[in-house]
T-cell receptor, first 113, second 116 residues
């Protein structure tokens, strides 16, 4: 039972345009959500997060939107750069659950120059 | 200076062997984790230790045994390796304590295990 899903395995975007990566979850008890970025042969690196009490969090070119009623979050990258090409993982956790993160299966983003 | 370091980076071994993967973090975190990324690229939690105490133990064969000599180290020992154990294993750490929602975990570069 996959509680966090990223239904698009890959996304290709032109440099300078917006990249939108999507994530859906099924467990309404999740109250904290994170996005990680992963390059080949490296570990995932933390990118941005959002608490369930918010619906938007912005950090430079990266913005995460949370729609609790739809159990959906998205990561917007504007403008996209070739260095953003990587695998992006969505993850979720809930309070009182020992800090366990549940990951989606990842979306490979390719930003073309 | 690497924050979370794993050794070895690559591990090729025969079925039935016993092997260990080591992990060290210099971030001063109190919690460490082991994840497995399988061929379908899912990252799944295996174990977590908080201050040397096991707090997460997912449904993992008991051939896998984590050991935490201190809060900066979490090693993974695997007995009687099987073909299905081939995967990339990631170590992570966080300053999470037990019941903290804002759990930002920092990952090592991974250990690619190939069982032949």
């Amino acid at each position: 039972d996959q509680q966090v899903k990223q239904n698009s395995p890959s996304l290709s975007v032109q440099e300078g345009r917006i990249s939108i990566l999507n994530c859906d979850y099924t467990n309404s008890m999740f109250d904290y959500f994170l996005w990680y970025k992963k390059y080949p042969a490296e570990g995932p690196t933390f990118l941005i997060s959002i608490s369930s009490i918010k619906d938007k969090n912005e950090d430079g070119r990266f913005t995460v939107f949370l729609n609790k009623s739809a159990k959906h979050l998205s990561l917007h990258i504007v403008p996209s750069q070739p260095g953003d090409s990587a695998v992006y993982f969505c993850a979720a956790s809930r309070s009182g659950n020992t800090g366990k993160l549940i990951f989606g299966q990842g979306t490979t983003l390719q930003v073309k120059p | 200076d690497t924050a979370v370091s794993q050794t070895p980076k690559y591990l090729v071994t025969q079925m039935g062997n016993d092997k260990s993967i080591k992990c060290e973090q210099n971030l001063g975190h109190d919690t460490m984790y082991w994840y497995k990324q399988d061929s379908k690229k899912f990252l799944k939690i295996m174990f977590s230790y908080n201050n040397k105490e096991l707090i997460i133990n997912e449904t993992v064969p008991n051939r896998f045994s984590p050991k935490s000599p201190d809060k900066a180290h979490l090693n993974l020992h695997i007995n009687s390796l099987e073909l299905g154990d081939s995967a990339v294993y990631f170590c992570a750490s966080s300053q999470a304590g037990r019941a903290v929602a804002k759990n930002i975990q920092y990952f090592g570069a991974g250990t690619r295990l190939s069982v032949l």
